[in-house]
């Protein structure tokens, strides 16, 4: 495995329905983000998990969303009661964990399609 | 907050030509940037990164960029365009508030490269 990994690719589903993506992280990456990018517009974060625990969480999160990271490896999001505006793209990325900033590696992206 | 701004929505450039795509940025302290590439139902990908040091930054296939901290500029640069580096390019900075790192993008700007 040598990147970022998330499933699934395209995800089209009806208002209301919840909907759940998965991110695999770089093995020896720490830190894992999520982020959401609408056409036309930069990624905007989302959340962010050190090993298992979400240290920071955006206002753009709101209560139908939910992120977890249980074991500090793969993590999940999920989208209860999807809205037509929930469609986007939602990017996961991971990076060491270290003193400068490092770049991160981003997966490729689940494209949501809210109906 | 820190941010980052791209004020060109799209920069067209002949192939062979040099092309500039402009970033500009706010941060309270040192700046960290970054530029990244996405290209089509793609993640984005790192290109360079400005942590300290020399103002003029060596990054993947052939891209540079030159930090000017008296403009408050990353403006990133090739010396002669390729067809294939048509793409949607992103500048980052580093947002530690909170005591958590995470990239704050700009809402990119597509390059077009023509033959």
């Known amino acids: 495995d040598t990147g970022v990994s998330q499933n699934p690719r395209h995800k089209i589903t009806k208002r209301g329905q919840n909907v759940t993506f998965r991110c695999d992280p770089i093995s020896e990456h720490n830190r894992l983000y999520w982020y959401r990018q609408t056409l036309g517009q930069g990624p905007e974060f989302l959340t962010y998990?050190?090993?298992?625990?979400?240290?920071?969480k955006s206002r753009l999160l709101s209560d139908r969303f939910s992120a977890e990271r249980p074991k500090g490896s793969f993590s999940t999001l999920e989208i209860q009661r999807t809205e037509q505006g929930d469609s986007a793209m939602y990017l996961c990325?991971?990076?060491?964990?270290?003193?400068?900033?490092?770049?991160?590696?981003f997966g490729s992206g689940t494209r949501l399609t809210v109906v | 907050a820190q941010s980052v701004a791209q004020p060109e929505d799209q920069v067209n450039v002949a192939e062979g030509n040099p092309l500039t795509v402009k970033c500009t940025y706010s941060v309270s302290g040192n700046p960290y940037l970054f530029w990244y590439v996405q290209y089509p139902n793609r993640g984005l990908q790192f290109l360079l990164k400005?942590?300290?040091?020399?103002?003029l930054v060596k990054g993947s296939y052939g891209f540079e960029a030159e930090f000017n901290k008296s403009q408050t500029s990353f403006h990133l640069k090739k010396p002669s365009a390729l067809v294939s580096d048509s793409a949607l390019y992103f500048c980052?900075?580093?947002?530690?508030?909170?005591?958590?790192?995470?990239?704050?993008f700009g809402a990119g700007t597509r390059l077009a490269v023509h033959p």
């Open positions: 998990f050190q090993n298992e625990a979400q240290l920071e």
């Open positions: 990325a991971s990076s060491l964990a270290s003193g400068t900033a490092d770049g991160y590696t």
């Open positions: 980052a900075v580093r947002d530690g508030t909170g005591g958590y790192n995470k990239l704050i």
């Open positions: 400005y942590i300290t040091g020399d103002n």
